[in-house]
């Protein structure tokens, strides 16, 4: 979390990785490009269930567009490459870690298999799982200046939400606060 302070006293908490989570889905979202794709050293079979396996073979070209490029590999899903940094205005350029594809994937292709109906939901489940797992995470070290920017958007209000709908940040005025301590 980052807690700070604004010009009018306000003491904010701000859930960082939902706050990036938010401008990495945007980010996505936005982009007009497809994204670049980072080839795997060593291809990765991920075992999914039938009807997952189908939904992702299904939707090569959408996942393709965002980075993964997959096969079928006789009932699995063979991943020979995954999303490359996508550059957002945060100014960080995240990868998918490789440890987090397996999880990603198969999150990916329950999403896909539930919204095959809707095309528009079904890439906008993809941009969230792609935006959640490449965004800031508890315990990783993260440049100040990053912090800073993302502080802005929230405290700018551009940033209220992460794609899920949860809040990003909670504000308390300097009267709460005090309120707290028993000093109001």
Not at 10 to 37: C, G, Q, Y
Request: hydrophobic share 40%; proline share 6%.
């Amino acid at each position: 979390y980052i807690i700070c302070e604004d010009e009018q006293e306000n003491v904010w908490l701000i859930d960082k990785h939902a706050a990036h989570e938010r401008v990495r889905f945007d980010a996505l979202k936005a982009a007009t490009e497809p994204i670049m794709s980072q080839t795997l050293l060593e291809p990765m079979a991920v075992e999914l269930s039938p009807e997952d396996c189908a939904a992702v073979l299904e939707q090569l070209p959408l996942l393709e567009r965002y980075g993964f490029r997959c096969e079928d590999f006789g009932g699995a899903v063979l991943v020979r490459g995954v999303p490359a940094g996508v550059d957002d205005p945060t100014g960080a350029l995240e990868d998918l870690e490789v440890g987090d594809v397996p999880a990603a994937l198969e999150e990916l292709a329950e999403e896909l298999r539930l919204n095959r109906a809707d095309p528009a939901a079904a890439r906008d489940s993809l941009l969230q799982t792609m935006a959640c797992k490449s965004a800031i995470k508890a315990g990783m070290h993260t440049d100040p200046a990053e912090l800073r920017r993302l502080v802005d958007r929230v405290q700018s209000g551009e940033i209220q939400y992460c794609p899920h709908g949860r809040p990003v940040a909670v504000r308390l005025s300097k009267y709460q606060v005090e309120k707290m301590f028993k000093r109001a």
